[in-house]
């Protein structure tokens, strides 16, 4: 049996090199993919990549301050090419544009803006009050803990360690949740550290933010992606980062969803550090079909 420390240390070595990628020329970046056991490319995948490749083409004192992405089509388990678009460099801010592609495909596009240093007025909403994650059992062990009633589907990449954790908040059963609010919260973290680049942290809390958002829509109608009912898709997906943070240090995703309609749910999300700096925030458009 391999280390569990080890083990961690790998996997974040891996995910970090799945967002290092690879320079093609006239802003032009081939990425790998990865198979965490979806049918389709990772959501979160996409976005930490294209996140890279629009910074690759911007100057590291004006860093990425928000982006906004759309998914297009499923993508497959293959590499993916991204095209850099250099829109526009102001005095302080500067565009790009990010389009992804397999096998001549367009799969997803990002507009993400970026900004040099500036000051100004401050303000942020508060943190909630949450249990310590210290005190709350990971959502990786809660599928473990399910043995043989664990989905099919999920029985090999869905119980194996992982570069991120998460752990929720509040206890529900994964395969029948009774219905709750729709708010909840999860706290996340690397499992082993991270190199000191910013960029490496925006990309894979972009990479992270992708994770639990659309299950915000679930809980008041008592559902779970685990039941087999819920035909799910990401539409869209916005950023934006307000202050520094690193994601090998436990941070606070607080989730809710305002609307649901129409086959569609609208889930945001806002990200804390353990001393309630509010670091970033995020949202999603999802469409959600649940069979009868």
């Known amino acids: 049996m391999s280390d569990p420390a080890t083990t961690a240390a790998r996997r974040v070595a891996e ?11 006239e802003d032009r970046f081939r990425a790998q993919s990865e198979d965490i056991g979806s049918r389709s490319v990772y ?9 890279v490749a629009a910074s690759r083409t911007v100057a590291a004192d004006r860093p990425m301050h928000s982006m906004h ?15 850099v678009d250099r829109v526009r460099d102001g005095r302080s801010f500067t565009t790009r544009h990010v389009v992804a592609r397999q096998q001549e495909r367009t799969i997803f596009e990002l507009s993400a803006s ?11 909403a508060a943190m909630p009050e949450e249990p310590e994650p210290e005190s709350l059992q990971g959502e990786l ?7 043989d009633r664990l989905p099919a589907a999920w029985r090999v990449k869905g119980t194996e360690p992982q570069a991120i954790e998460y752990r929720g908040t509040d206890s529900n059963d994964l395969l029948a949740p009774v219905p709750r609010p729709a708010g909840s919260a999860i706290w996340m973290r690397a499992t082993a550290p991270l190199p000191d680049d910013p960029i490496v942290h925006r990309a894979l809390l ?20 685990f039941g087999g009912k819920v035909r799910a898709a990401s539409l869209d997906h916005a950023m934006w980062f307000h202050r520094d ?3 090998d240090e436990w941070l606070l995703y607080v989730l809710d969803s305002p609307s649901a309609g129409g086959a569609r749910a609208l889930c945001r999300g806002s990200v804390f550090t353990r001393d309630g700096r509010l670091v970033a925030s995020a949202a999603q458009e999802g469409m959600l079909r649940v069979r009868g």
């Open 15 to 25: 995910l970090v090199a799945l967002m290092d990628l690879e320079a093609l020329g």
């Open 43 to 51: 959501g979160g995948q996409v976005l930490g990549q294209a996140l």
């Open 69 to 83: 992405a759309y998914f297009l089509l499923p993508g497959e388990h293959a590499p993916i090419e991204y095209t």
């Open 114 to 124: 970026f900004q040099s240093a500036a000051s100004g007025i401050e303000h942020q």
């Open 141 to 147: 062990q809660q599928r473990i803990a399910l043995g």
């Open 206 to 225: 972009a990479y992270a933010s992708d994770h639990g958002l659309l299950r915000a829509a679930l809980r008041p109608h008592g559902l779970s992606f």
């Open 245 to 247: 943070f690193r994601l």
